[in-house]
Nanobody
Framework: QIQPVESGGGLVQTGGSLRLSCAVA????????IGWFRQALGKEREFVAS????????YYADSVKGRFTVSRDNAKNTVYLQMNDMKPEDTAVYYC???????????????WGHGTQVTVSS
C-alpha cells in the first residue's frame, strides 16, 4: 500500500509562490494518478489539480488555471504543485491523494495524505 506525504506548506504573501511536494512511498508509484485537493476552514474539500501516471495528462480547477502547475517525477516518487500568483482565497489545508487509473477529478481518489497548511496573507 502506498502512502502519500505532503510537504512545502507555509505562509506567503499575496502574489507570491509556493511549491508543494507529495512524496509517495512504495514501488508502484508510477501506477497511480495523483490529485491535489484543498479544504479551507469551514468549507468543503475541493479539487485543485491532478496528474496521470506519466505526467502527460493534467486537470485543473477553474480557480487555479494559469496560476498552478502540477507535475511529477516518477524517478523520485514525487508529485509537485507549483503555486504562483497566490491569493488569500488559496488559504487552505492542501492534501494529495492517489488512485489507480484515471486522473479525472470526478473519479474518487482513495489513498490520502494528512495535509499541509498553506496561508496567503493579504
Amino acid at each position: 500500500q502506498i502512502q502519500p506525504v505532503e510537504s512545502g506548506g507555509g505562509l506567503v504573501q499575496t502574489g507570491g509562490s509556493l511549491r508543494l511536494s507529495c512524496a509517495v512511498a512504495g514501488p508502484t508509484f508510477s501506477y497511480y494518478a495523483i490529485g491535489w485537493f484543498r479544504q479551507a476552514l469551514g468549507k468543503e474539500r475541493e479539487f485543485v489539480a491532478s496528474v496521470n501516471w506519466n505526467g502527460d495528462t493534467t486537470y485543473y480547477a477553474d480557480s487555479v488555471k494559469g496560476r498552478f502547475t502540477v507535475s511529477r517525477d516518477n524517478a523520485k516518487n514525487t508529485v509537485y504543485l507549483q503555486m504562483n500568483d497566490m491569493k488569500p482565497e488559496d488559504t487552505a489545508v492542501y492534501y494529495c491523494a492517489a488512485r489507480r487509473g484515471t486522473a479525472r477529478p470526478e473519479r474518487e481518489f482513495d489513498i490520502w495524505g494528512h495535509g499541509t497548511q498553506v496561508t496567503v496573507s493579504s
